[in-house]
């Protein structure tokens, strides 16, 4: 057998595509299962884009790029930046990568080294601490309840801060609470920041468009340009163009780490799919009528599901601001009895029921950091997300 390097043997595979692919086993052997695990739009790729990735093709744009991204589409990012976040970027500030997952990882991986710590709060994105462990970093996960609003404060970043911090991850609006960061509360954690110089933050900023109040969602590095130094802003196109086979992301921020990330990348993928970087060009500087579109929607799913789970015995959920999913407590189900006498002792244990007995699939909060919890996706129609909820309805309230 071919012996595993220590890295893989620390980190574990996605658990949302874990329970995507349990889905779609169960689904095959035809059970009928709603899966609400997804983390991608179900919506389709609007047409303009899809038109200019067809376009690239056919002009014979199908060779490799500049390891950083065409200059087209960087181009199109600085003025992205400028005009939604209110900063100003120079061409080799932006790397261009196969989705915002990589930008990250590149980011991590020119930048820690045994010991180095990552300040992580949760409930976080699964990838975040496995990223940083394959880097051969140390994740710090903070734990932001639901009464901190599932947010990271200044006091407990600023106990959290140690001399081998490297790195905060902010998330907002944040997978998997939909929580997202006031312009005063990154005014309070940039100045936790500033009296440590040593700490480099990045933000995470996929859901930016997935804010349910519609407002812009405020960018520390507009807020403090003082940081901007040792700021690493991601975004890509994944979530809000619903393009994420497209595999596209970036990252802003000072030349020097910009240039480490792209050496990383040149030995690793190269750059990203040339078409993928023609039809995110058309995603930035096209029509935004889609973006509108699909906020509107999933502000509709959410404020459906989270009545409907509301009115569920032993779960309760708080509106999530902003991203696709909803983030109910299912405190008020463990320890519960099953009609076949299973007591329910964690999150994976109501999981796993949900799955068996009412083929309504949703993935643990324990996977996100935070127990006791329940993930689902609001990423898919309306009346899916209401039959989940009655099959729900009458299993919980079947229990003992
Ligand atoms: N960041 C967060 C918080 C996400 O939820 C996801 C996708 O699930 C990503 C990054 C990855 O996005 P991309 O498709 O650009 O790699």
């Known amino acids: 057998a071919i012996a595993l390097a220590p890295r893989v043997q620390r980190i574990k595979p996605s658990p949302s595509m874990v329970a995507r692919d349990r889905v779609r086993q169960l689904q095959a052997e035809g059970r009928d299962v709603i899966d609400l695990t997804a983390g991608e739009p179900d919506l389709d790729t609007p047409k303009h884009i899809r038109e200019a990735a067809a376009a690239a093709l056919e002009a014979g744009e199908t060779r490799y790029t500049p390891v950083n991204g065409t200059p087209t589409l ?48 949760a409930p976080y994105w699964v990838s975040y601490p496995d990223m940083v462990e394959a880097c051969d970093g140390t994740p710090v996960t903070v734990s932001c309840g639901e009464n901190a609003g599932f947010k990271l404060s200044a006091e407990a970043l600023e106990t959290a801060i140690t001399p081998k911090t490297r790195w905060l991850i902010l998330n907002s609006p944040c997978n998997p609470t939909g929580a997202f960061y006031s312009a005063a509360e990154i005014g309070a954690l940039a100045d936790v920041l500033l009296r440590h110089p040593h700490v480099a933050v990045m933000t995470d900023d996929i859901y930016e468009h997935i804010r349910f109040d519609g407002g812009a969602t405020p960018c520390i590095v507009a807020a403090e340009p003082r940081l901007r130094v040792r700021t690493l802003l991601v975004n890509g196109v994944s979530k809000t163009y619903a393009m994420t086979g497209f595999r596209l992301g970036y990252g802003a921020g000072p030349a020097e780490l910009i240039a480490a990330m792209n050496t990383i990348q040149s030995q690793s993928t190269s750059c990203t799919s040339a078409i993928s970087q023609a039809a995110a060009t058309a995603a930035l500087e096209g029509d935004q009528g889609f973006v509108t579109e699909a906020r509107e929607m999933y502000r509709l799913r959410r404020d459906r599901a989270v009545a409907l789970l509301n009115g569920i015995p032993g779960l309760s959920c708080l509106p999530p ?79 003992r």
Request: charged content about 20%; aromatic content about 6%.
């Open 74 to 121: 960087r181009k199109a990012i600085i003025e992205k930046l400028a005009r939604e976040n209110g900063v100003r970027y120079a061409m080799n500030e932006i790397s261009v990568g196969g989705g915002a997952k990589q930008v990250i990882y590149n980011a991590l991986a020119a930048t820690l080294g045994a010991g180095d710590e990552v300040i992580i709060p």
């Open 321 to 399: 601001d902003g991203a696709f999913y909803v983030f109910p407590s299912c405190a008020g189900l463990i320890g519960k009895t099953t009609s076949e006498g299973k007591t329910l002792k964690t999150d994976l244990d109501v999981v796993m029921h949900f799955l068996d007995a009412a083929g309504v699939a949703v993935i643990d909060g324990t996977a996100y950091g935070m127990s006791s919890y329940l993930r689902m996706s609001i990423a898919t129609s309306l009346p899916k997300i209401e039959e989940a909820c009655t099959r729900l309805a009458r299993i919980c309230a079947a229990l």
